[in-house]
Structure formats: structure tokens, C-alpha cells
């Protein structure tokens, strides 16, 4: 995996196995999530590929209560309405994902800065099976 | 030699149509674009042939998919005895159209045409409210998409965002509501040209007819503030910080500057124009900030000459409340932060120092996306002429008036800037 072009499709191979791995330009150091493989602060195309630790805080967020149908699909409408926000990591940068265990009924109660860690929800079986990234205090 | 950051040669506006804004089931793209096509005509002093334009630039978002047409270029050039003379459709999501006026700008100024048409159109109504907002979402960032927001749901965000560094809520954005609902009824063209308190009223009188308990509500914050009459759509915004689903066209006649007279007596010239592109939210240095609008109002202003305090007043992309606030905010009227305290006060009323979407905006004039940019800058061509009837700025010499303009969740941005000399 080491050898993994750094791009989109990469980025989801890690974390299907459950890890969040992103880039590190190999001239100026600067981090990226998910990977770059153009460095947009050097243009250095030198990168490695680094993990991250999955801590963070909660940067900015909304509760979704009118969802697109993929996400209705998934159980959720007005009356189930779901938390997504921007997480601001602890390397420095930042992701955008769910944001689970908070009470998506109540979004006035949930907290900027509310310190949260990474949680991986999977969908489907087999060649199927399909992470992605949420967060949850 | 021209100097990188100023145009060749100026360009004027002599000419403009706008369709009155809804939900047209029954008509078609065609049907807008010559809606507004005739009106332009007719609006050009002097009188002129359209068989005279050089070129045609005409904005669309995504006809493709929401009446399932693609390349309409062609489409509007035969609809306006355009044919065989070059035609290009631009898109840049709800910026389509703001890109297509620069690029006539540019064909001019480069001085390969004299004369040039823009416009931009855009039909959603024949697509249920799910599937308008997939479409549009398809305009947001692939990761935003991915991890389940919606479009109103990014512009939600960074509320929150910008409610954490300013210590304020999403109450304060109900004075941009207000401000928009009390300038639409003046707008003959506003697909909701009602005031708050005419839809306190209608309620009111539906509930009456149906026999149900009277809402009783003490003011227009109070009705915003019932969740029954504006319920939540991505929290903190809920439906009247959203914009509507629209049908419509805009369209302007473009001239080099030294031909300007021979169309009207007193042509309104471009001063200045920006784009910028920008990051998605999880890109983002600032979540508070669209270096989008940064860019393009830098490159405006740098190219005019003028300041943020020469703009007399500007229609400002108010797809949602706390776009209207932030944007702002970027193009300089207002320093980060202050932005929401100004609507408060009231410096953006249509009677205040700096008025903002004399329109109504696009919450309540419509956002027929790929029509949009170009309807602002009808909106500040009209008022620079003093013929924007009742809702013209009242009791001031209207000189310099610009229109900023987004597409997508900030990924393109443009700010124009328009003068009367």
C-alpha cells in the first residue's frame, strides 16, 4: 500500500482498512487530507504517504434534516435528521465527515471546539463493503 | 502597452432584459431567453439591430440534467437569428452567467467584437425539490457530497462556524431575512414580492379558514423564530434563509466603450470586474471567509481604481443568509465580523448607506442559477439608469453599484463593478 498512488481511490483502499492515511510532501512537509499528489504549497509532486491519528476537534457543523436520497436510503428524513461538520485534526488539518453521538434533534446543544475521535462506518459486504470517516466525541 | 490587470479598451452596458422570476412548467429555456431578449432590445435608447452582434456568451448551470438538453449555445443563437455567428454556453454552477458577461467583456476589450449579447438561463421547475437539490449538490465538492451534505448544508456550517468567532447566533441572520422580504414587494419581477409580515398574514388567514388555533406571534423575528412556520432545513438554516427553486432569463448588450453614445445618450460603463476560485470546506484555511470573493473583489477593485466605500450599493449572492453576511464581509463594506451587526442597524436597508439586493435578493427575487449573475447586474444596470422604479435607491445620485456573484459553495466568485460617468 506503501506504493499507492496518492489519490482519491487510495484514500479509500486505507480506509476501508481502517486507517487515515493522507500525504506529506517530501520537499516542504506539508500535510494533506486525503492525499495530493500535487503539493499546493510547493508544487513539490514528492509525496509519502502518512497516518493520521484520528483526534481532533469539532471546527464547524450542520444537522441535516431535508437529506438527498442517498442518505434517505439510509433511514434518515426530517425526522431523523444526521450531523455533519469539518473536523479540525490534531496534525493541523482538517476533514469533512459525520459527526455520530451527538443529538442531531437538538444542534443547538452540540459545541464547536468539542474535542472527538475518528470512528469508521461500513456499508455493505465483501468487494462491496464501503468506509467512510465519521467522528464522535 | 496595456498593463497585466486593466482591460484594452472600456466596454458599456446599453442594453438589458430580465424575465419576471417563478416556477414556468409550461414554458421552456427558449421561451425565457426571449423574454428577456425582446425586453433588451427595446430597453436600448437609440434603438439597434440584433443582426449587429458580433458574439453571444450565455450562462447555464445544468440544463442537461434538469430538462435533459445539453449544448444550448446553438439553441439560443437560432432562437434569436443569431446563426451562423459564433455562440458560447459557460458554466461555472451559479456563476454561469457572471462568467459569461466576463467573457464578453474580455472578447471585447481583446477587440475582436464591437458588440456582444450575454446572458445566462435556467429551468428547475420541471424537477421534483429532491432531485433540483441532487442536481445542485453535484455543484458542491465530491468530498462534501460524499460525507452527506447537502448544499444548504455546507453554507450551515460555516454559520456555525462564524457564530463561534463572533459570539452571535442564528437569530442575528433574521435581520438579513427581513431586510431582503421588505425591498421584494417594490421588485414587479420577484417570484415573492411579500414582506415577513405578509406571510405572518397568510398564515394567519389560512389558519382562520381552517378553523385551526391562531399562531400567535409578537413580531417578524418571532414568526422566523417558530420552527412550525420556518422550519429547519440544514440547521442553523432553516427555510427563509434559503433561496427558492426558479425558472428565468436575464440577458445585456455589451459595446466598446467609443460606440457606447450611438446606442444611448447616457450608457453605464464597466469599471471593473474579479473572478476568483476556491477551496472546499475541508481545504479551507478560514471557514469564515471565501478567498473566492477576496480574489475577485481585489482583482475588481485594483482594476477600477475605487474602494470598497465608492460602492454606493450592490446586489450580494444571498443563496442563504449567512452568505449575504459573510460576503459582504470579503468584498470590504464591512470588516470580518461586523457584518451581521450592520444589518441590524440597518446600513443595508434600501434607505441606508449601503443597500444591499435592492432586488430582493435571491431569496426573494428567484435564483434561476444560470440566470443569476447576469440578473444582478441587470438589477444594478436598471438602478444606475434611475429606472428601477419603485424600489430605486431613494435620494441619492446613483454613480458606482457592483454585483458579487457565487457558484457553488464558493468555488467560483466574481465582483463587478458598474458606473454611471
Avoid at chain 2, 327 to 341: V, W
Amino acid at each position: 500500500m506503501e506504493d499507492s498512488p496518492f489519490n482519491d481511490t487510495s484514500y479509500e483502499q486505507f480506509l476501508n482498512g481502517g486507517k487515515i492515511m493522507g500525504s506529506k510532501c517530501k520537499k516542504c512537509g506539508a500535510l494533506a487530507l486525503p492525499p495530493r499528489s500535487i503539493c499546493v504549497s510547493c508544487f513539490g509532486s514528492e509525496m509519502e504517504w502518512v497516518q493520521f491519528k484520528g483526534t481532533g476537534k469539532l471546527a464547524a457543523f450542520t444537522s441535516i434534516v431535508v437529506a438527498p436520497p442517498y442518505m434517505l436510503k439510509e433511514g434518515f428524513d426530517r425526522n431523523n435528521p444526521y450531523v455533519v461538520g469539518v473536523v479540525e485534526l490534531d496534525e493541523g488539518v482538517k476533514a469533512v465527515a459525520r459527526i455520530i453521538g451527538v443529538d442531531a434533534k437538538k444542534p443547538e446543544q452540540i459545541k464547536v471546539g468539542t474535542p472527538l475521535k475518528a470512528e469508521f462506518l461500513e456499508k455493505g459486504e465483501g468487494p462491496d463493503k464501503q468506509t467512510s470517516l465519521a467522528f464522535k466525541p | 502597452m496595456p498593463r497585466k490587470g486593466k482591460l484594452s479598451r472600456g466596454v458599456a452596458v446599453v442594453g438589458g432584459g430580465l424575465t419576471k422570476l417563478g416556477l414556468f412548467k409550461d414554458r421552456n429555456c427558449k421561451d425565457f431567453f426571449a423574454e428577456a431578449f425582446v425586453e433588451m432590445v427595446g430597453s436600448v435608447d437609440k434603438g439597434f439591430d440584433p443582426k449587429e452582434i458580433d458574439a453571444v456568451y450565455v450562462g447555464n448551470y445544468s440544463n442537461d440534467f434538469f430538462v435533459n438538453q445539453a449544448h444550448w449555445g446553438p439553441i439560443i443563437s437560432d432562437l434569436i437569428g443569431h446563426v451562423p455567428k459564433p455562440v458560447t454556453r459557460t458554466e461555472a454552477a451559479c456563476a454561469s452567467s457572471a462568467v459569461a458577461f466576463r467573457e464578453g467583456v474580455l472578447a471585447i476589450a481583446s477587440g475582436l467584437y464591437d458588440i456582444v449579447l450575454v446572458g445566462g438561463f435556467e429551468q428547475m421547475s420541471r424537477r421534483t425539490t429532491e432531485e433540483v437539490a441532487e442536481g445542485l449538490a453535484m455543484a458542491a465538492s465530491p468530498y462534501e457530497v460524499a460525507a452527506g451534505f447537502t448544499f444548504p448544508g455546507v453554507f450551515a456550517t460555516m454559520a456555525t462556524a462564524y457564530f463561534a468567532k463572533y459570539g452571535t447566533d442564528r437569530e442575528s441572520l433574521f435581520n438579513v431575512t427581513i431586510k431582503s422580504h421588505n425591498n421584494a414587494p417594490l421588485n414587479p419581477k420577484a417570484q415573492f414580492p411579500m414582506t415577513i409580515r405578509d406571510f405572518m398574514n397568510a398564515r394567519i388567514e389560512r389558519c382562520r379558514k381552517k378553523g385551526e388555533p391562531i399562531p400567535q406571534w409578537k413580531d417578524e423575528k418571532d414568526f422566523l423564530r417558530d420552527s412550525a412556520a420556518n422550519p429547519p432545513v440544514a440547521w442553523p438554516m432553516h427555510l427563509f434563509d434559503c433561496c427558492p427553486i426558479s425558472d428565468g432569463a436575464a440577458c445585456l448588450l455589451l459595446v466598446a466603450e467609443e460606440i457606447a453614445k450611438n446606442f444611448m445618450d447616457n450608457p453605464i460603463y464597466l469599471a471593473g470586474m474579479g473572478q476568483g476560485s476556491g477551496y472546499s470546506l475541508h481545504a479551507k484555511k478560514d471557514l469564515t471567509t471565501y478567498e473566492a470573493t477576496g480574489a475577485a473583489a481585489k482583482e475588481a477593485y485594483d482594476m477600477s481604481g475605487l474602494t470598497p466605500k465608492d460602492i454606493q450599493f450592490s446586489e450580494v449572492h444571498d443563496c442563504f443568509s449567512i452568505a449575504e453576511v459573510v460576503h459582504m464581509e470579503d468584498l470590504g463594506f464591512f470588516k470580518p465580523g461586523e457584518g451581521y451587526k450592520a444589518v441590524a442597524e440597518g446600513l443595508t436597508r434600501l434607505d441606508g448607506p449601503i443597500p444591499i439586493n435592492t432586488s430582493g435578493g435571491l431569496k426573494t427575487k428567484g435564483h434561476p442559477v444560470g440566470a443569476t449573475g447576469v440578473a444582478q447586474l441587470y438589477e444594478v444596470w436598471i438602478q444606475l439608469r434611475g429606472k428601477a422604479g419603485k424600489r430605486q435607491v431613494p435620494n441619492r445620485n446613483l454613480r458606482v453599484g457592483a454585483a458579487h456573484n457565487l457558484g457553488g459553495t464558493g468555488g467560483t466568485c466574481t465582483f463587478t463593478i458598474l458606473e454611471r460617468r
